[in-house]
T-cell receptor, first 116, second 111 residues
Framework: AQKITQTQPGMFVQEKEAVTLDCTYD???????LFWYKQPSSGEMIFLIY??????QNATEGRYSLNFQKARKSANLVISASQLGDSAMYFC?????????????FGKGTRLSVIA | DGGITQSPKYLFRKEGQNVTLSCEQN?????MYWYRQDPGQGLRLIYY???????QKGDIAEGYSVSREKKESFPLTVTSAQKNPTAFYLC??????????FGQGTRLTVV
């Protein structure tokens, strides 16, 4: 069965600094997708970044990058130049297999607080 | 604008009542999903549907029911059999291998 583990319940970061949010996953399959979502206090889920298990390059989207280490089964999110608006819950999720409309499995999340 | 609309935003349920949460999408997505989120927790899958007239149970389907009569609509009924329904409910849709898009959520409270 798929499982996502986020070991940091809460994180603090100074504005303009970079921060890494940890995510490890457990699967026996070779084909899967990894996602990061942001959830502000309003409750909506905002898609940030995607990494396929066969992608050789780490995914990047603006200030977000995904540090994908397949052998370690980790998919850490790096946010560069943190902004006050980055304060939110962040969820790592996995879909399996990589193709098809399969549900996402979510971790418990990390609450990020950006300090001015 | 394309998107997913959940209604109502807030819902109050009395003990023993069934209530239905609405989820509509105009993204032409094949798959739709319902998740439940409790405070400080991640999202847990209740039901999902990959095509019209077909749906599958998720990890916590007991006390819930769904229907998928139209591609655009995937309503969730919280029945009286669900003993602890107070939670935040999120509906999502997807197509292919790409990311799921989420609605704004419905906050259900038992009174």
């Amino acid at each position: 069965a798929q499982k996502i583990t986020q070991t940091q319940p809460g994180m603090f970061v100074q504005e303009k600094e970079a921060v890494t949010l940890d995510c490890t996953y457990d699967t026996s399959d070779q084909s899967y997708g990894l996602f990061w979502y942001k959830q502000p206090s309003s409750g909506e889920m905002i898609f940030l970044i995607y990494q396929g298990s066969y992608d050789e390059q780490n995914a990047t989207e603006g200030r977000y990058s995904l540090n994908f280490q397949k052998a370690r089964k980790s998919a850490n999110l790096v946010i560069s130049a943190s902004q006050l608006g980055d304060s939110a819950m962040y969820f790592c999720a996995m879909s399996q297999p990589i193709s098809g409309n399969t549900p996402l499995v979510f971790g418990k999340g990390t609450r990020l607080s950006v300090i001015a | 604008d394309g998107g997913i609309t959940q209604s109502p935003k807030y819902l109050f349920r009395k003990e023993g009542q069934n209530v239905t949460l609405s989820c509509e999408q105009n993204l032409n997505h094949d798959a739709m999903y319902w998740y439940r989120q409790d405070p400080g927790q991640g999202l847990r899958l209740i039901y999902y549907s990959q095509i019209v007239n077909d749906f599958q149970k998720g990890d916590i389907a007991e006390g819930y029911s769904v229907s998928r009569e139209k591609k655009e609509s995937f309503p969730l009924t919280v029945t009286s059999a669900q003993k602890n329904p107070t939670a935040f409910y999120l509906c999502a849709s997807s197509i292919g291998r790409r990311e799921a898009f989420f609605g704004q959520g419905t906050r259900l409270t038992v009174v």
